[in-house]
Each structure stands twice: as structure tokens, then as C-alpha cells.
């Protein structure tokens, strides 16, 4: 782990050492700190907030201000990683000029280092402008949540010869536009192996096997805090979840019980 400040050109060096690259999703300072310090190297403010902290069924109706808002404060908790705001779902579908706007908004007023936005060769023109303007941009191909409706469901994608074929397009036209790296969602490995090695940028993986040059998780999930979800490419590493039933628990016995506060949490004067 290197402890300078990671930066696009950092991470297309890490690929080309064949050195991975850790990324996680983050929402707020306290988590920011924590991650910053044990060394991951990209926190992405993804829209998932919606669902994980405000409990929606889907990524849809998270606003710029809200990304805006927590990308701020993740900001203001990182000092080594790379932070890169989310834009959320119609921030910059309807036209390049919007996208340049929103996604200037989101650089300006936050102090992250990229945006991420979702598509392939849909997207390949506004990812051109957005380059053009200076804004660093993360692609998302795959299943990519925003399209969750038109795509039927959260299943995985590309199985077939020719939703396979179009992926390998999609992520060969966000490199040709200038993304910095791309995030590959829910696809077979063998597919995103393919994809990892044809790319000359990094690929961050979710749910899309081991030889991407990084991989991404959900934090929540990561730390088993969310246990609301399971997927089969999630692997827990802690079980948080049970860990604040627990502590609450017991808080609310002592409470109860008349054993806290105790004299050692209390003032004589
Ligand atoms: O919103 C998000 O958390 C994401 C990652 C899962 C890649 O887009």
C-alpha cells in the first residue's frame, strides 16, 4: 500500500503492475477516517445510500443534493483515498451539457476527485465531454442499478454470446472516451476476465469474480451491518449487525436495572 494520495494516473500504475486495487463504498466522515486509515484506496459515494441508509428499494430517487451532501462529509474524512461522488439516476442521462453541469456541481461543491456514472456506448459522448471539461469519470457497465427496471430485476448480465459481445463494446467505448476506470457489476468472470484483460484502464469488480484489478463492496454488507441483504458474491468479514443488537441489548438491561450510569460515569459536583 502506497501512503501517497491515490490519483487516476496511481490507479492506471497499479494495473500496470498487476497491483489490486481495494474500493468501497462510504456515506459519511466517521466511516471516511476509518477506511482512509486502513488503506483503501477509492471510496465511492455510491447512490446504493439510498437503499443502505434511507431504506429504499432502489438506487432511483437518490438527488445530486443528497450525493452532494454525503460525498462532503466523506471528503472531509479521507486524506489518502480517492473519493468519487456517485451521480445519481438523471443527473446526466438527459443531455452532455447537464451531465458537464451536475457533475461540475458535484466536483466544485464536494472536493471529490471523480464522478461515477452508469452506461457503455450510451454513455460514451457524455463520458468525452465530461473528460473534455476536466471531470475524471468511473464508468459502470453490467448491472447497472439506475436501470434496474429495464433490465428486469438485479440478475446477471451477459451470459448470452451477444449480451456478452455488447458489454465487451460498452467497455471498450468508455476507455476510447477517456473513463479512468470502470466498473463491472454483476457479469460472469470469465466475461469480466476478458474484459480486465483487453482494457488498458482498471476494471473494479462487484459481483464479477477475481481477475478485475480491483473489487468493490457495499461497506454494510462488507462489515455484515446490513443483514437485511445477502448475494451470493458478498463475503462478510465482521457481523456488525449482531454486534449493535447485542451492545443495545445489554445497554438497555443496565439502563433497565438501575447498573448504569455508574459512579464512574457520573459527576460528584
Ligand atoms: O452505488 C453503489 O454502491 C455502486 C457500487 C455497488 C459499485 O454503484
Redesign the pocket.
Given at each position: 500500500m502506497s501512503t501517497s494520495n491515490v490519483t487516476t494516473r496511481g490507479l492506471l500504475e497499479m494495473k500496470q503492475k498487476g497491483e489490486r486495487i481495494v474500493a468501497l463504498?462510504c456515506y459519511d466522515a466517521l466511516f471516511a477516517r476509518l477506511l482512509d486509515g486502513a488503506g483503501v484506496d477509492i471510496l465511492?459515494v455510491?447512490?446504493?445510500?439510498n437503499q443502505v441508509l434511507a431504506g429504499s428499494s432502489s438506487?432511483l430517487s437518490a438527488t445530486l443534493d443528497q450525493m452532494i451532501y454525503h460525498t462532503t462529509m466523506v471528503r472531509r474524512g479521507s486524506e489518502r483515498a480517492m473519493v468519487i461522488c456517485?451521480m445519481p439516476f438523471l443527473s446526466y442521462q438527459v443531455t452532455p451539457e447537464d451531465a458537464v453541469r451536475n457533475c461540475g456541481r458535484a466536483m466544485k461543491e464536494t472536493g471529490c476527485q471523480a464522478v461515477?456514472i452508469e452506461g457503455g456506448q450510451s454513455m460514451a459522448a457524455t463520458v468525452r465531454r465530461l473528460v473534455e471539461a476536466g471531470i475524471p469519470v468511473m464508468g459502470?457497465i453490467g448491472l447497472t442499478?439506475q436501470s434496474v427496471h429495464a433490465l428486469g430485476g438485479y440478475r446477471v448480465q451477459g451470459r448470452e454470446a451477444e449480451t456478452a459481445e455488447r458489454l465487451r463494446a460498452d467497455a471498450a467505448a468508455l476507455e476510447a472516451a477517456g473513463a479512468f476506470a470502470v466498473?463491472l457489476?454483476l457479469i460472469p468472470a470469465p466475461l469480466a476476465s476478458q474484459i480486465t484483460t483487453a482494457l488498458t484502464i482498471p476494471t473494479?469488480g462487484?459481483g464479477a469474480g477475481p481477475a478485475c484489478d480491483g473489487q468493490?463492496?457495499?461497506l454494510h454488507d462488507m462489515l455484515g451491518l446490513n443483514d437485511q441483504f445477502s448475494a451470493k458474491f458478498v463475503k462478510q468479514y465482521a457481523a456488525l449487525a449482531e454486534d449493535v443488537r447485542e451492545a443495545t441489548r445489554l445497554f438497555s438491561a443496565e439502563v433497565r436495572e438501575g447498573r448504569y450510569p455508574g459512579p464512574e460515569h457520573s459527576f460528584g459536583k
Open positions: 463504498t465511492l455510491g447512490d446504493s445510500l438506487t456517485d461515477k459502470h442499478p466498473v457489476e473494479i462487484i468493490v463492496l457495499v
